[in-house]
């Protein structure tokens, strides 16, 4: 064998030079031998040059970036149904809400989420950020999480940005069948509320009774608001009161909830053809469950220097949630080409019964109650053309791809209806507090981009990749609300206000006397905008081994983008805000060193200047109340955008494969970050935004994953398995900078700016950033038995939800919520039966019994929104034939 003899330097600069980027196997060296020098250390001689790298997984050795990756293993071992709950596994990651995930204790905004590429509109009103919960870890076939910024991407980066990447065909043709049931500890076999609804309810589909009637719906049309007066004859009022829907959609009642069930079904093959191998792919899945919840909503007031409760609401709800699902996919590949047509749909349904009762502080302390029935349907599709080519035996690259996604929000019929006490402390009607509201959201998507990329060899075994691309970004959002109330012109009756809610308001009643209908929609833009944003961008990158073993990629992305929202009056008035337009344009620079200094370890160091756009709901001068929270939320259009400075480095050690330690820290600069606060507008509080003067995030990651094997321990059980130990730690510090002089615009203040430190307290934490994420997992796999468990804590610190209300020249404390720590417990086995493979999975949930908390706390706590979440049980069995 020939032999080459370095030191230590020389061992290191040979490596680079003698092999080629990916391979994964040693090499000989193909030099010829050359006299040892006596002067130098006979250890450092050697018979071959091994690859750096051997052990680095290709996912991480292809990215430069700093990045994680979960892939189909990961997906399937942790068990988790869905893209929001995988990625709770993820260093340096949180999900709020069981759909929004905060990257490094950035919020959503911060974050961007894309399909095979491509971005996503959201079907909810409070973020242009789609909730990753409406896609089903089943039609994953992995999830990157980008945290370092590369110009490839979309400017708007924070956190980070999170791309899914759906199943492809498969090599061999499949079809499997997978059903499942479960069970929550808090809902299943117990009483909940219920009202009937439709027949249909349980498909996801309502079978018309929640239709807009045929007389409000021309009314709507008319422009008109809904009043008695000129426009609106007596008689035409009752027939609108009476053409809405009655006792199905009002009367709440008390049942035993069953359990929660599910449907899946995934097939595909692959063909050869004259042009190529079609392969074709789909995926479709049907999945009710529900959730019973039982806790208290406060708000507090100061009484000297210490807050206490001046409303205190207990309350019950019980929410059934139907998912549909559909992914198609067909692929047409050959030898240097590949287009691929992905489409997918989603349908989420929530229909809940609530009741809230206690003391209010608007009625004088006195105790009231809230009916509540709410009926939520939220639809995403998403079609995608893309393609990859290779020319020139692959220096040449080109791959394409363009989108169209739409999704909706619609809410038809939310119900409240009020009582309070009489003489006697029975509950009465209190006409004065009935709701009923229609409201619409459609969100649409259209994007395009190609990336091009040219490989140039610099010698044998290095090379560099020139890559230019476009893209173009056209989101539109449009959002209604109507709102109705019944008034009584003569009053009611004593036996009026002790009837059941469908008798008060059956047809007999609904007359120009006892009850009579009225809109109540605010006006001046108050329930209506037409929001845009359209981004074209252009980026330029070059990734060269510059030196043996350093790899520097560095590139600009300059974006134009324009951004609007715009006050729409349904009854023709003008908005009293002439609406955002937001027109900025970006040079965003990004690079990142990557170092393989030594066998199976490499260093990143990266930089770049990225920016968060307000979400248009944010923007928006128009109130919304959220069904989780109770809190209305209403937008401020005099916010700007954020600029972000992102520093990184991180130490990753490969010692084996599927393998490894890394260690990381992060610094991030934001001048403009958006702020959540609440403010008292008369009685009511309100949430609403403004820009932040300056803010700082500091922090560091680690994260390791190890195998053990036992096979000489003498036992069966501890032998024949492999056992896994993982765990990641994030800790970060944020802090919020509020100078004398900074001024902040809110939507209160109507263009003049108020003093930040009113807002703000300088040095408080961001919002919604927490000090310390831990994810851990302790389990094993069994190749013999065919089976794995795994053992899944997560603990997540607390965090700033929005900031506390300035009272009298007095800030209030901030809201806090402490997710606390989750247990979870996933067990899989397959197996044969009657000559079929099987595969059966026992998933167990939140063993710990974590419940939700919000809180204020000065002197005394004010639950904010505190519930118990529960356990939960499921199993499933899966045929694959």
Request: net charge negative; aromatic share 10%; glycine share 8%.
């Amino acid at each position: 064998m020939k032999t080459l003899s370095l030191t230590l330097t020389g061992v290191l600069l040979a490596t680079s030079a003698l092999i080629a980027p990916g391979l994964a196997q040693a090499q000989t060296a193909p030099a010829e031998q050359t006299p040892a020098d006596p002067s130098q250390d006979e250890a450092t001689q050697v018979d071959e040059i091994v690859v750096l790298g051997r052990y680095i997984p290709e996912p991480n050795r292809e990215s430069p970036e700093v990045a994680a990756f979960l892939t189909a293993e990961d997906l399937e071992r942790t068990g988790d149904s869905s893209a929001a709950a995988a990625l709770t596994r993820v260093t340096g990651l949180s999900v709020v809400e069981g759909r929004f995930v905060y990257v490094r204790g950035l919020g959503e905004r911060y974050s961007s989420a894309l399909l095979n590429g491509s971005p996503l509109p959201s079907p909810e009103p409070l973020q242009r950020v789609v909730p990753l919960d409406l896609f089903p870890s089943s039609i994953l076939e992995g999830v990157t999480v980008q945290k370092t910024y590369s110009v490839n991407y979309p400017g708007e980066f924070g956190g980070g940005v999170i791309d899914l990447e759906t199943v492809d065909a498969p090599n061999e043709p499949f079809f499997d069948l997978k059903v499942g049931i479960g069970y929550d500890t808090e809902t299943t076999a117990q009483e909940g509320l219920i009202y009937y609804g439709s027949r249909t309810d349980f498909l996801g589909f309502d079978d018309g009774t929640r239709d807009v009637p045929g007389p409000l719906a021309l009314a709507f049309a008319s422009g008109n608001r809904i009043q008695a007066g000129p426009r609106y004859t007596a008689s035409q009022l009752r027939q609108i009161g009476q053409s809405l829907e009655n006792a199905s959609l009002r009367l709440l009642q008390r049942e035993e909830i069953p359990i929660d069930g599910s449907i899946e079904a995934s097939g595909g093959f692959s063909n050869e053809t004259p042009i190529g191998t079609l392969g074709v792919l789909a995926v479709a899945g049907y999945d009710y469950s529900s959730q019973t919840r039982q806790g208290f909503q406060e708000e507090g007031q100061f009484s000297g220097s210490n807050l206490v409760v001046s409303t205190s609401k207990a309350f019950a709800s019980t929410q059934n949630d139907v998912q549909l699902n559909f992914l198609g996919a067909l692929s047409l590949s050959g030898l240097d080409h590949e287009v691929r047509w992905t489409n997918f749909y989603v349908r989420s349904t929530s229909k809940e019964a609530r009741i809230q009762e206690g003391p209010d502080f608007d009625a004088g302390g006195s105790v009231i109650r809230d009916d509540f029935t709410e009926y939520f349907v939220r639809q995403l599709f998403s079609t995608q053309l893309a393609g990859e080519h290779d020319f020139a035996d692959g220096a040449i690259e080109i791959d394409w791809r363009a989108a169209f996604a739409t999704t909706s929000r619609d809410a038809p019929y939310e119900t409240r209806f009020g009582y309070g006490l009489n003489a006697t402390g029975q509950y009465v009607h209190d006409i004065n507090r009935n709701l009923i509201s229609f409201s619409e959201l459609q969100d649409d998507v259209f994007s395009a981009g190609a990336d091009f990329r040219y490989t140039l060899e610099l010698s044998d075994y290095r090379e560099a990749v020139f890559s230019l691309g476009f893209a173009h970004l056209d989101n539109t959002r449009d959002s209604e609300r109507r709102d109705l109330r019944f008034i009584s012109p003569g009053g009611l009756s004593a036996d009026q206000r002790e009837s059941r809610v469908d008798y008060l308001f059956s047809d007999f009643n609904i007359n120009g006397t006892t009850l009579q209908i009225e809109e109540i929609t605010g006006s001046n833009g108050a329930a209506a905008y037409d929001a845009e944003l359209t981004v074209n961008a252009v980026y330029g990158q070059v990734e060269a081994e510059i030196i043996p073993l350093v790899n520097l990629t560095v590139g600009v992305r300059y974006e134009d983008g324009e951004q609007s929202v715009s006050p729409r009056d349904l009854f023709g008035g003008a908005a009293p805000f002439a609406g955002t337009g937001i027109e900025e344009q970006y040079w965003l620079p990004a690079a990142t060193v990557t170092w393989n200094f030594a066998e199976d370890m490499q260093l990143r160091l990266a930089a770049s200047q990225t920016i968060g756009r307000p979400q248009f709901r944010e923007l928006a001068p128009q109130s919304y109340t959220d069904p989780d929270s109770d809190r209305t939320f209403i937008g401020n259009p005099f916010l700007i955008d954020t600029e972000i400075l992102n520093l990184d480095a991180r130490w990753e050690w490969y010692f084996a494969r599927q393998q490894f330690i890394t260690a990381g820290i992060f610094y991030k600069d934001l001048e403009n970050p958006v702020e959540s606060i609440i403010v008292d507008v008369g009685n009511q509080r309100q949430q609403s935004f403004l820009n932040a003067p300056q803010a700082t995030i500091i922090g560091a990651e680690f994260e390791a994953k190890k195998y053990f094997e036992f096979p000489d321990s003498g036992m069966s059980f501890i032998a024949n398995k492999r056992w896994l130990v993982q765990a990641n730690y994030t800790y970060s510090d944020s802090e919020v900078t509020v100078d004398a002089g900074d001024r902040v615009f809110t939507l209160g203040g109507a263009g003049v700016s108020e003093s930040a430190a009113f807002f703000i307290q300088d040095g408080s934490r961001m919002q919604g950033q927490s000090e310390h994420v831990v994810n851990a997992q302790f389990g094993w796999e069994d190749d013999t038995a065919r089976s794995q468990a795994t053992l899944i804590v997560n603990y997540v610190s607390e965090r700033i939800t929005a900031r506390g209300a300035g009272v009298s020249g007095s800030r209030e404390p901030d809201y806090i919520q402490e997710p606390g720590i989750f247990l979870d417990f996933v067990y899989r086995k397959d197996f044969e039966a009657m000559g079929r493979d099987l595969g059966f999975a026992l998933e167990l949930r939140n063993l710990l019994g974590t419940e939700f908390d919000e809180y204020q706390e000065l002197g005394n706590k004010i639950r904010i929104n505190n519930y118990d979440l529960g356990s939960s049980a499921s199993i499933s069995l899966t045929a694959r034939f």
